[in-house]
């Protein structure tokens, strides 16, 4: 079994304990260093307010966090390592990289016109999970990728196939983005064609879809389902969330669950004004809080929850680097 990279040193799957698997200690839309001065000013704030949420999710057991931040949305795996030192929870960051629309593709792709890119995105997640990142030190414990709503671009074709490649080059699991419930089919499409057992891999934001054909498309393959944006009711409301959710367990799917709400607790350059209306239940309690007692009420056993949050985490780990598809 593989030892989990965590931002403070390896750990255990079976140390990992109560794991939310999508949160965001901090992230920074590309662009964000045009207020890079004010950025600074607010880095010790920063880390008293992660220590602060970490302590408030230690009292409700949490145990595990991984903040799949990847590479070109300002990532800083030494602020998390900081965080980490001074709380209770172990913190797991990312190697790879962002969607075309929202990330900082332009880089890889000029290079790619003169190029291999797909070689030199894979030497560098590769590098981030086996030596640390850049001169820290600090290595990454997971590959996160991307696609768009209702289409995965040559761009975003490319991360993947270079995030397959890392993972079978060391074993580490993957973590994925989808955009409004879709393509998540085709991302364990490429990525198995690439030899990645879909055991080994997270289809986050799955639960921005209701639709149950989409999910077991995916879970009849093996992969894990991420339900992990509770609380964003902007982006498709938990009622929706919860229905499918409730389905899934009652037929038996709770194996290739996991929970957690991709919330943002600090924001580079500087914070947006979020109408308190968006924040009302988008915290990284809410599981805790709200939708646990609420799957109980409808008849989900302690047993199948426990499975999802502490389970489910410590297999992903402990088998992708043995997974075969
Ligand atoms: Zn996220």
Redesign the pocket.
């Known amino acids: 079994m593989a030892n989990v990279q965590t931002v403070t040193g390896a750990c255990s799957p079976d140390a990992l304990g109560t794991t939310l698997m999508?949160e965001?200690l901090l992230i920074g839309w590309p662009g964000w260093e045009a207020h890079g001065e004010e950025d600074r000013v607010q880095r010790r704030e920063r880390i008293a307010r992660c220590v602060d949420q970490l302590h408030e999710l230690h009292g409700l057991g949490v145990s595990t966090l991984l903040d799949?931040c990847p590479i070109d949305l300002g990532r800083d795996v030494e602020l998390m390592a900081e965080v980490a030192q001074r709380s209770k929870v172990r913190l797991v960051c990312a190697t790879g990289l962002y969607k075309e629309d929202q990330g900082a593709p332009v880089y890889f792709k000029f290079r790619q016109q003169f190029g291999d890119a797909l070689s030199e995105m894979t030497d560098l997640f590769v590098s981030e999970l086996t030596e640390g990142v850049g001169e820290t030190g600090i290595r990454a414990g997971v590959i996160k990728v991307a696609t768009s709503a209702h289409q995965i671009t040559p761009y975003e074709e490319l991360v993947l196939r270079a995030a397959a490649r890392a993972h079978r080059a060391t074993g580490a699991p993957i973590t994925t983005?989808t955009d409004e419930g879709t393509m998540g089919v085709q991302q364990l499409d490429i990525l198995t064609s690439e030899g990645v057992a879909p055991s080994a891999i997270v289809v986050?934001h799955s639960c921005g879809s209701s639709n149950l054909d989409y999910h077991l498309a995916m879970l009849d393959r093996g992969a894990y389902l991420g339900f992990d944006r509770f609380g964003l009711e902007l982006l498709h409301p938990d009622r929706a969330r919860q229905a499918a959710l409730i389905g899934l367990l009652g037929v038996g799917f709770e194996k290739q669950i996991v929970l957690s709400h991709?919330t943002v607790w600090c924001w580079r350059g500087r914070a947006p004004t979020i109408p308190a209306s968006i924040l009302a239940d988008w915290h990284p309690t809410h599981v805790f809080r709200k939708i646990i007692p609420r799957l109980r009420e409808a008849g989900v056993s302690q047993a199948k929850i426990d499975t999802m949050l502490i389970e489910n985490p410590r297999r992903y780990f402990a088998e992708a680097g043995t997974a075969r598809c």
């Open positions: 999508h965001h799949p983005h986050g991709d």
